[in-house]
């Protein structure tokens, strides 16, 4: 990847460098920025960058000491690749009843222990099915030594597991399981030399305070008379370090994030102004970081106009959000429980009703469907 290109290298411009790289890590700092754009990209590669995630687990056989629930709540928290997910549609946004090639990742779990010594059943034992957008998308990833990846369960001679788990697209404002990241270091000011941070100590303050190892890259002002720092003072320079869970490179991470944020300024920008340069439901997210907009729908489930409800994290037939919202508070069709972005759809922000009789968490195992992480 070419970092050099990632943002504007001008002094007057955002300004990012690369301090250290590796396949799940980046180290930079980004600079010529407010503070509230350092942390709306902290916040937005948190929890607004898709992800793929299994969603949905069909139980055929489940003979182990595990309930279903909690097999099936592993399987959601597997990390899967995520390499070109924009091939992958959402499930509000597609024309399918449920699911299909187009929307989700079909994966089959069939394992069987005949021997005396007990079998360890892992993430590489989920074969994916053919039919998926890509080659890459849904893919378990494995980055221990020996490829296993993840432990499922483990099984006792004549213990069986026989799972059909279907994978959807989200971002983790739905669920933590579509969390692209494993955390985001985010600092400002080492030596607080604009006193932002108020050093209670007991007895010195050096040593209960740490110095971060950011420390050096800024110099330390000494306070004493006639001390001119004010909390009134911005920083404009921010150490950040992405660590990913292997489903995105982490400079992807980056760039997803900030397309997100653009998409999001595009269309407070067309409801403020009236304007039709920016229409919902219009709007891609690939052409927004040069400027233009036409193409799919929201990441968050708004901008892409009223959509017949979807499959979510929680089981329902609901949008990410509660119903088939219009931006971020639109009415939808169908009633149901008012959220914080928009009408509810039929369905509860738990989930309606499943394979097998209602839950409080969606729709009960049995050996029918349930939720990819109960």
Not at 77 to 85: E, G, V, W
Not at 136 to 165: F, H, Y
Not at 192 to 199: K, M, R, S, V, Y
Not at 248 to 255: G, I, K, L, R, Y
């Amino acid at each position: 990847m070419d970092y050099d290109t990632l943002m504007d290298t001008e002094e007057t411009g955002p300004n990012i460098k690369i301090r250290d790289s590796s396949n799940s890590n980046v180290d930079f700092v980004l600079s010529n920025v407010s503070l509230a754009f350092s942390n709306s990209v902290r916040r937005t590669m948190l929890s607004e960058v898709p992800t793929i995630a299994i969603d949905i687990v069909e139980v055929e056989a489940n003979s182990s000491f595990i309930a279903d629930e909690f097999i099936c709540h592993r399987l959601g928290l597997i990390p899967l690749s995520s390499k070109n997910i924009d091939d992958l549609s959402y499930s509000r946004d597609c024309d399918c009843e449920s699911f299909c090639g187009n929307c989700s990742v079909t994966l089959s779990l069939n394992a069987k222990c005949n021997s005396d010594n007990p079998m360890t059943v892992y993430a590489r034992d989920l074969r994916v099915d053919s039919e998926r957008p890509n080659d890459a998308v849904g893919t378990p990833i494995t980055t221990d030594p020996a490829g296993n990846g993840s432990i499922i369960c483990k099984l006792r001679k004549g213990q069986e597991l026989k799972m059909r788990c279907i994978a959807k697209k989200g971002i983790a404002k739905d669920h933590a399981k579509w969390a692209p990241t494993a955390a985001v270091g985010f600092e400002y000011d080492p030596n607080n030399n604009l006193g932002h941070t108020d050093l209670w100590y007991e007895q010195n303050a050096e040593n209960e305070w740490p110095s971060s190892k950011n420390v050096g890259e800024e110099e330390r002002y000494e306070p004493g008379e006639g001390d001119p720092r004010t909390l009134q003072e911005d920083p404009s320079r921010f150490y950040m370090d992405v660590e990913t869970v292997g489903g995105h490179d982490p400079d992807s991470v980056v760039q997803e994030a900030v397309k997100a944020l653009q998409l999001k300024l595009a269309h407070v920008y067309q409801e403020a102004t009236g304007s039709s340069a920016y229409m919902p439901g219009e709007l891609n997210i690939d052409s927004l970081a040069d400027g233009a907009g036409a193409g799919g729908g929201s990441p968050v489930g708004g901008v892409g106009g009223a959509g017949a409800g979807h499959t979510s994290a929680y089981g329902g037939q609901t949008d990410a959000y509660g119903g088939a919202t219009a931006g971020y508070g639109g009415a939808t069709a169908g009633g149901g429980y008012q959220s914080a972005y928009g009408a509810g759809g039929q369905g509860s922000a738990w989930g309606g009703g499943g394979g097998g009789g209602g839950t409080a968490y969606g729709a009960t195992p049995g050996y029918g469907q349930t939720n990819g992480w109960h």
